[in-house]
């Protein structure tokens, strides 16, 4: 049987020790964030970091997890590898593909000012529009080089620093907090 | 007795964990998959196709039928293929000539070649010297035709035995033991009783190709909801 934390260890990041939709720390008020609240994307990340960017990248950068690996373990594992054709690969909405003169199996870099990574074209109509998707954990030999972690930044939400409780409440990048556009470089 | 599959594809997830146990249990070299899973209609893996109303999305392993009426074993000039006492379609790969009709008389696609001895194959994608996998120790029927041997040699055709090794022991195939998701039953088709023939007996299950006359033994449970 599963049970609730209990109380004293809960306390430590949260004070009544139980799910918390107010919270009055001074964090939390100044960002206007003591309540459940929607903010729009890249606001205060991208947005706020270089004001220039917007509309000049128009995809949000997802890194998912992979079906083929557990993070970056087993990206050298030559069955996963083989599973996925050795290629590492770009999800996209079939419309935002159109739009940039993309087809599947098209060899695509995603990029934005601080890198870029590559990889063929896998058009999923069922992904939502805005979004490319990139699998995380491939290794740099995989991709010329290059690094997918490169169009990222280490934006840290504010509240997140408010406690320390490792794995559980910790500062901690903002991976998908990214914008970038993508590009056909070649084709397959 | 007449071994037989059911997978139930409404509980399929399409993790391939079937296909690596299989590649893993079985020895089999780079390149070569006894097992796979698609999604049927899609170029890619866990990517909807496009469907009558919308999309689609399911997964379908394939591996041998073990037909009843097998092409295969029609074609092999030598016998090298043939039905054994359980139903179970199998290759002696000391009676091979690696002449390959059976790949172009085989409907579902399931049976590969090997081009060159293992150790070879093995080397040149990367392995560690002396990296071995997979049931370790040959196998051979009754009759001492040796249907399992983890490193095959060059020239012969492989495909799934229902994991002869295992099923002669009482076990299950390994992909029926490793299914997280519980999708796949495996039994006694002669067996009115068997946890497969009851299922078949509430849910009609359909068979790949079924129009070709093939009599599979391995049968689909049709997902409901695409």
Redesign the interface.
Known sequence: MSRPAPLEAAAKFIKSGRIEFYREEETFRRSGESLPTHKRPFAESEYALNPSVRGKYRLAYITRNSLYRIHSNHSNNLWMNELEDYRPKVFLNPTDAAERGIKDGDLVELYNDRGRVRGQAVLDPGQGPGIAIFEQGWWSRYLEGDSYNALTYPFIKPTNEVYFVPGIWAPNTAWNEALCDARKVGER | MRYGMVIDLDLCVG??TC??VC??HNAQA??T?WNRVFTPGS??????A?AEGG?S?YYLPVSCMHCENAPCEKVCPVGATYTDERGRVLIDYERCIGCRYCLSACPYGVRQFNWEDPKGAKAR???QEGYSYGYPFPHRDKEGRLVYTPDRPKGVVEKCTFCVQYTDKGEEPICVQSCPAGARLFGDLDDPNSRINQVLRKEKGERLLEELGTKPKVFYLPPKRK
Not at chain 2, 43 to 48: D, E, L
């Open positions: 993790c391939r296909a690596v590649k893993e780079p390149g998959w170029k890619y893996h866990q990517i909807p496009e999309f999305m994608a990367g392995y």
